[in-house]
């Protein structure tokens, strides 16, 4: 039986692909810092977010990394447990076998229960990744939720018309007047409140 890494690098999902626009009513206090320049384009301000440095510096990225790692170890754990057991019934089970110290009925009815194990733990696996897939969705819609929700009182005395995110080169240039990542950042910590500092482990059949 090959055994299967069912988790990759565990991270919470880059944000390269969220559009900070306006949501909800929360209000989390911010410092004030000097306004950054104004586009030279009309009447329109414009402002840019590094996404890698949300990642690496917003407290919530940086909890919820940490637990999703943590329970993806324990999946990992639990499985890899679950299919070393199965492997070494299985080599038990052919040795008897290449001994002939089983009688047919036997060897049938202990095939049948590997095979069954066999499927049980497949069928784990399938139901663990879908949790913990699920998981990383809502701490993905939880971040970009407290960003939008950030940005949208924020902007209240900002007046941008445009907030972009920058991640890698998706922006070829972009003048550093008109970077707000540090006043975000800054913000977004301000109103965080730690997460759990304790998580439950894996849930095991």
Do not use: W
């Not at 039986?1 to 565990?10: P, S, V």
């Not at 080599?91 to 499927?119: G, M, P, V, W, Y």
């Not at 784990?124 to 990383?136: G, H, I, M, V």
């Amino acid at each position: 039986m090959k055994r299967k890494n069912i988790f990759g690098t565990l991270a919470i999902a880059a944000l390269s692909a969220v559009s900070f626009t306006s949501c909800d009513k929360s209000n989390p206090q911010v410092d004030e810092k000097k306004p950054v320049a104004q586009a030279a384009a009309g009447d329109v301000k414009i402002a840019f977010v590094e996404v890698d440095s949300i990642m690496s510096q917003y407290k919530f990225c940086k909890d919820f990394t940490l637990i999703l790692q943590k329970k993806g170890q324990n999946i990992q754990n639990t499985l890899s447990a679950k299919q070393q057991a199965l492997e070494k019934a299985a080599a038990n089970f052919q040795q008897k076998i290449e001994q002939n110290a089983l009688t047919r009925e036997q060897a049938q009815s202990i095939q049948l229960s590997l095979q069954k194990q066999d499927a049980d733990l497949r069928a784990l696996n399938q139901r663990l990744s879908a949790e913990f897939q699920a998981e990383t969705e809502r701490y993905n819609n939880a971040l970009r939720d407290s960003i939008q929700h950030f940005l949208a009182v924020y902007n209240k005395d900002k007046k941008y018309g445009i907030i972009l995110s920058k991640a890698g080169d998706n922006i070829l240039y972009a003048d550093k007047a008109y970077d707000v990542t540090n006043d975000v950042i800054a913000g977004l910590n301000k109103a965080y409140k730690s997460a759990p500092a304790v998580e439950k482990p894996a849930a095991k059949k």
